[in-house]
């Protein structure tokens, strides 16, 4: 069964470092998405990303945020500069159409220091 | 923005018995999704409810959607220690999820 693949799976930063998050999303998808679960709380929308572009993005995606598609395979969603309450479970997600159910990564869990 | 509000928030139950957990919604959506989560785990798709009146079964779970009322229920028939987990409802608003706050379930043998 085809997969969301995410790397690394987990990451420690110091706090200020930049990250970069690696997704590669289910070959003939077209939407993809990155939500986050900060420990024992619930899944969070960020941003979805369709036809090169960002189509929604919610009030914590800010200014710190960034994703990109830069090939035809990876997505990715960089956060500049890391603040402790960036430490959170960053999931992909990619669906074929809109009215489908996503497919989620395994997920990165990222440690701000 | 929608608010999605789940009960319970934690269920511990007997191997063997039945139970629902609730999701209710504040706003107009026909697109609904169950997932489960393990600890530590990624999200695992189990529903997609996409009209009113939508039911759905696989094994001892079956799912269920009423759009006027908004809410869907989970309906966990005869559960096995297997079933423990979270278990979140999404309600789709255009091209994002909003999530539930989960349901952890923990099944006693």
Not at chain 1, 58 to 72: A, H, K, L, T, Y
Request: glycine share 6%; proline share 3%.
């Amino acid at each position: 069964e085809p997969e969301v693949t995410q790397t690394p799976s987990h990451q420690v930063t110091q706090m200020g470092q930049e990250v970069i998050l690696r997704c590669v999303p289910i070959s003939n998808h077209l939407y993809f998405y990155w939500y986050r679960q900060i420990l024992g709380q619930k899944v969070e929308f960020l941003v979805s990303f369709y036809n090169n572009e960002i189509s929604e993005k919610s009030e914590i995606f800010d200014d710190q945020f960034s994703v990109e598609r830069p090939d035809g395979s990876n997505f990715t969603l960089k956060i500049r500069s890391t603040k402790l309450e960036d430490s959170a479970m960053y999931f992909c997600a990619s669906s074929a159409e809109l009215n489908y159910g996503y497919t989620f990564g395994s997920g990165t869990r990222l440690t701000v220091v | 923005e929608l608010k999605v509000e789940q009960n319970p928030l934690f269920l511990s139950m007997q191997e063997g018995k039945n139970y629902t957990i609730y999701c209710n919604y504040s706003t107009t959506s026909d697109r609904l999704y169950w997932y489960r989560q393990d600890p530590g785990k990624s999200l695992e798709s189990l529903f997609v409810l996409l009209s009113n009146g939508a039911v759905k079964q696989e094994g001892r779970l079956m799912a269920s959607l009423d759009t006027k009322a908004r809410l869907s229920t989970l309906h966990i028939t005869a559960a096995v220690h297997d079933l423990s987990a979270t278990y979140f409802c999404a309600v789709a608003d255009g091209n994002q999820f909003y999530f539930g706050t989960g349901t952890s379930l923990t099944v006693i043998p």
